[in-house]
């Protein structure tokens, strides 16, 4: 940097002992990538000590690797703020699922025909759980049983009910987790999803006694037991553990 002739070549100019350059930064970095790489790979210490050395240096690279000197502009420091358009994008780590404020997820679009439910699946995207987790835990149990109601009557699936198989209308009458139980052999038979896929599911829908945090019993009792409070971070993971099911069940 003490040899003018090199910073003439290179493009770069200093004002006030900064350094910086009166052109485009775009080409005047084409040059420097080619001496930064140089120093790394090609050329020491003692090949540029003199002056003379810099010279002969500076004027071996190719001009289509310097930058083209053109008029000059107002001086620009390196240690100035970039534009913009030179900003270094980052990548970011994505957040837990449950870091989210709603039930449902931003990122997760269903399309409902039915009016009512639809609206229910906007208000679930809109009230924040953490803030209400007793209005949305008695909503989502609704939107759950409401969509699975919904494909057992597109779809005249059975139900068993008290030992009986029902379809239609009757099969409504069934328990929540029969009727899912019911959806999850279906799309187990259609090869929509595998055992495994279902494996959540399923165990949200085995005995009181299953400690899944999506168990139908933990669903039910938010809405008939006054003694059980239902936690925000729980019902999310339920989400999650649905998300797949209730996507499949509208697409």
Not at 53 to 65: A, F, H, L
Not at 74 to 92: A, G, H, M, T
Not at 212 to 220: C, G, K, N, Q, Y
Request: net charge positive.
């Amino acid at each position: 940097m003490s040899t003018p002739h090199v910073k003439f070549k290179l493009g770069l100019d200093t004002d006030k002992g900064e350094i910086g350059t009166r052109y485009n930064r775009s080409e005047v970095n084409k040059g420097l990538k080619k001496v930064v790489e140089d120093l790394a790979n090609k050329i020491n210490v003692k090949d540029i000590y003199s002056k003379t050395d810099r010279i002969k240096y500076i004027d071996s690279i190719p001009e289509n690797e310097l930058p083209k000197i053109t008029k000059p502009s107002q001086f620009k420091s390196f240690d100035s703020k970039p534009n913009l358009d030179e900003k270094i994008k980052r990548p970011k780590s994505t957040p837990p699922s449950i870091a989210r404020s709603r039930l449902i997820p931003k990122e997760c679009v269903l399309s409902i025909g039915d009016k009512r439910l639809n609206n229910i699946y906007h208000e679930l995207k809109n009230i924040s759980v953490d803030d209400f987790p007793n209005a949305v835990s008695v909503l989502f149990r609704v939107f759950l049983e409401l969509s699975v109601d919904y494909l057992i009557l597109k779809e005249n699936l059975s139900v068993s009910i008290k030992g009986s198989k029902r379809t239609g209308d009757d099969a409504l009458w069934g328990s929540l987790a029969a009727k899912i139980g019911s959806v999850s052999d279906f799309f187990e038979k259609r090869k929509i999803f595998n055992k495994r896929e279902l494996t959540p599911i399923r165990a949200s829908i085995q005995s009181r006694k299953s400690l899944v945090e999506a168990s139908i019993h933990t669903l039910h009792e938010y809405v008939h037991n006054h003694h059980f409070n239902p936690v925000s971070t729980d019902l999310k993971r339920t989400w999650d553990n649905y998300e797949k099911f209730i996507k499949v069940i509208w697409s």
